[in-house]
């Protein structure tokens, strides 16, 4: 393996990519940015959080050495997440988000489920939505250290749903994993694929996401070969992960991995790998009631992002 070249210019602030911006196909090499997460309101002004030295991936960024090495290092989660999506084991020891988790109890009558990109109670106080790209090395960081635990504390309990969003802007090989990833949502295997796809980075488009890889990861998640090649092959669903990534714009959305933590007290915005930490206190404002009666929350409404 080639050794890292020597960043040119200092990378330890966080970039963003404005709104309507075209960001670069092009891939870079390096090691892991030590960076900041900002906690965003509508209301107030963006506070650097430290975290560890994980950042977000924004163009420009290294990366393809991280994914690779990634890549590589989840590989034996694999079946763990899906395990503890399906809540058949525990939750990884240091991992824990509950110390300050919402109290807030699903109804009696609430069903944890998965529905597409979607996983959990239907009618939860908060939603979390996770902007991600499927080439990105932090999303896979984050989808096998962070998310799994997320997904069992919080979807799991009827505390939260949480929402796949796609932010496919590293190039046509992340449009045609997030068409992968919709494409098995439709036989109710979203999550499995997703796992599958982030197992498999090495490196952004430098054919991970191949279309005969993809139709491989079908066959393995045990998926329809003919439906999911006909929607593979479907140009709508390009068109659906393109306007979902449009949307995320105009939300603010501007790096991957981002958090969109709404509910009723408040709508918070985490970007890069945060803390566990700086999670679960998002999740508890935004689960908190709404100061003033009849004010309404801030941000938008749970589930804008969908265009």
């Known amino acids: 393996m080639d050794p890292s070249p020597t960043p040119s210019e200092d990378r330890s602030g966080p970039a963003r990519v404005g709104r309507g911006q075209q960001p670069t196909e092009e891939g870079a090499t390096g090691t892991a940015v030590t960076g900041t997460a900002q906690v965003d309101t509508a209301d107030e002004a963006v506070q650097p959080v430290e ?9 420009g960024d290294p990366g393809r050495r991280l994914g690779q090495l990634a890549a590589a290092a989840v590989g034996a989660l694999l079946m763990l997440t899906g395990l503890i999506v399906l809540g058949v084991v525990g939750t990884p020891a240091g991992a824990r988000l ?15 489920a998965t529905d597409g990109a979607t996983v959990g109670v239907a009618g939860a106080p908060v939603t979390i939505e996770v902007w991600a790209d499927f080439q990105c090395p932090y999303c896979g960081l984050f989808s096998h250290g962070i998310e799994p635990t997320i997904l069992r504390e919080y979807a799991a309990t009827g505390a939260a749903q949480v929402r796949f969003r796609d932010f496919a802007f ?14 098995a949502g439709r036989e109710g295997k979203f999550w499995l ?6 197992a498999s980075q090495r490196g952004e488009n430098q054919g991970a996401f191949r279309r005969d ?14 439906a999911f090649t006909a929607c593979l092959d479907d140009p709508a669903v390009a068109r659906e992960v393109a306007a979902e990534t449009a949307a995320g714009r105009e939300l603010g959305i501007e790096s991957t991995p981002t958090l969109r933590i709404v509910g009723p007290g408040a709508t918070r915005i ?23 009666p009849g004010a309404e929350p801030s941000g938008s409404p749970a589930g804008s992002a969908t265009p």
């Open 51 to 59: 975290v560890a030295p994980v950042g977000a991936r924004r163009p």
């Open 98 to 112: 509950s110390a300050a988790s919402p109290s807030a109890p699903p109804s009696p009558a609430a069903t944890f």
């Open 170 to 183: 590293l190039g046509p090989e992340s449009v045609d994993a997030a068409v992968g990833a919709r494409c």
């Open 193 to 198: 694929y997703h796992d599958l796809l982030y």
């Open 213 to 226: 890889t993809l139709l491989a990861l079908a066959e393995f998640a045990g998926l329809a070969k003919e």
């Open 270 to 292: 985490i970007t890069g790998v945060s803390t566990p930490g700086v999670i679960a206190e998002a999740i508890a404002a935004a689960a908190a009631p709404s100061s003033s």
